[in-house]
Nanobody, 125 residues
Framework: VQLQASGGGLVQPGGSLRLSCATS????????ECWFRQAPGKERTGVSC????????WYADSVKGRFTISRDYTKNTVNLQMNSLKPEDTAVYYC???????????????????WGQGTQVTVSS
């Protein structure tokens, strides 16, 4: 399982960014994928997950209505569209994957063992 996140950058409050996680070594439909973030001095926390079937999604309360997780099967990517960004969204964002037969905690990431490197998102004027 290989994961590589990209798309981070500096954006003004209210702006948008689209993160992409390039995947390889596994079949998207056999895994759930999640995005996590870690702000300076804080613990890593879940942002959004998509089930292996893509029928179910989960969002942290802090991003509901602003972020959207999706898959692009033609590119084997898992994307996170982030709109109406706030300074408190500033963090390093990580993508992750867990086999559909495995248990995981979408808030803490417990049970997830496959992680990509992070991409920095900075929301500032």
């Amino acid at each position: 399982v290989q994961l590589q996140a990209s798309g981070g950058g500096l954006v003004q409050p209210g702006g948008s960014l689209r993160l992409s996680c390039a995947t390889s070594g596994f079949t998207l439909d056999h895994y759930a994928e999640c995005w996590f973030r870690q702000a300076p001095g804080k613990e890593r926390t879940g942002v959004s997950c998509i089930s292996s079937s893509a029928e179910a999604t989960w969002y942290a309360d802090s991003v509901k209505g602003r972020f959207t997780i999706s898959r692009d099967y033609t590119k084997n990517t898992v994307n996170l569209q982030m709109n109406s960004l706030k300074p408190e969204d500033t963090a390093v964002y990580y993508c992750s994957a867990v086999h559909k037969s495995g248990w995981y905690d979408p808030v803490t990431g417990e049970g997830i063992y496959d992680w990509g490197q992070g991409t920095q998102v900075t929301v500032s004027s």
